[in-house]
């Protein structure tokens, strides 16, 4: 279940077993439009809150994001100056100070619409996704 306080309009969730992205949110509903293969649009779809699936982060979905495993490192992934170690049960989000390359916790991250509202956060600039 997704909770409307950590929805944006363009997060991507599950609906039905599809990927779809949110149009908006009111107390109740869900609006979405869903895709197949980003090619055949399904149509917008209302939906409850227990309906709506997150998506969980995986190595493919970060790769699908633009992320890159960082050279010599099992299980982080980069991109700009974000760092994500991945883990059994989500991922840890660390911004990159890229003078020094220390790593400063953010947050816990478990699905790609929290990763989606982190990354917005940093850089001001909606995340590309290729699902």
Known sequence: MV???ELRI???IKVYNDVATVDGVDSTTIYTTG??????????CDCSFET???????????EKCGFQ?????????EKGLLRLWLG???CIAYLINKDTRESHYIRDI???HQLQNV???LTGEELSIYL
């Open 35 to 44: 895709y197949f293969d980003d090619e055949r649009l399904l149509g917008n």
């Open 110 to 112: 478990q699905h790609l």
């Open 3 to 5: 909770k409307a306080n």
């Open 119 to 121: 990354y917005y956060a």
């Open 52 to 62: 709506a699936q997150p998506i969980p982060l995986t190595p493919e979905i970060l």
């Open 69 to 77: 495993l960082a050279p010599q490192r099992i299980s982080i992934y």
């Open 10 to 12: 363009g997060n991507k």
């Open 88 to 90: 059994h049960t989500g």
